[in-house]
């Protein structure tokens, strides 16, 4: 079966999977952040729901500094969705599944 594992976003491949005609949802996280592991299972189960529409990835804040800088992620975690490389919405915080589900479903149109 194809792997739904959330690529592992890094400031060498960023803008590579950015350049996807995908949608991306980034899920700005960290080891020691309670609330982002809380989040892992859940965003992991709408990667594979949505791995047809979306790209999903994972960015570690405290291996990616410059790139959490760059976006403003000021609390974790983050939940980003870029379109063509620019961020079009984000959600903060441990949330539950439908809010993020709504923030994918809206952004994808009538899916």
Same mark, same amino acid.
């Given at each position: ?5 959330? $690529?592992?976003? $890094?400031?060498?491949?960023?803008? @590579?999977? @950015?350049?996807?005609?995908? =949608? #991306?949802?980034?899920? %700005?996280?960290?080891?020691? +952040?309670?609330? +982002? ?5 859940? %965003? ?5 729901? %949505?791995? /047809? !529409?979306?790209?999903?990835?994972? &960015?570690?804040?405290? /291996?990616? *500094?410059?790139?959490? =800088? !760059?976006?403003?992620? @000021?609390?974790?975690? $983050?939940?980003? &969705? %870029?379109?063509? *490389? ?5 959600? #903060? ?5 439908? !809010? ?7 952004? &994808?149109?009538? =899916?």
């Amino acid at each position: 079966r194809m792997s739904t594992e959330p $690529t592992k976003l $890094t400031a060498s491949n960023f803008n @590579m999977i @950015m350049s996807n005609d995908k =949608a #991306v949802l980034v899920d %700005f996280w960290a080891e020691w +952040c309670g609330p +982002c592991r809380v989040m892992h299972p859940i %965003f992991e189960k709408l990667a594979s729901e %949505f791995r /047809d !529409k979306i790209v999903f990835a994972r &960015l570690n804040v405290d /291996d990616n *500094g410059d790139l959490s =800088a !760059k976006y403003r992620v @000021m609390s974790i975690p $983050t939940f980003m &969705l %870029f379109s063509r *490389g620019k961020p079009i919405d984000m959600v #903060v915080g441990a949330v539950s599944e439908d !809010k993020l589900r709504q923030m994918i479903q809206k952004h &994808l149109g009538s =899916a």
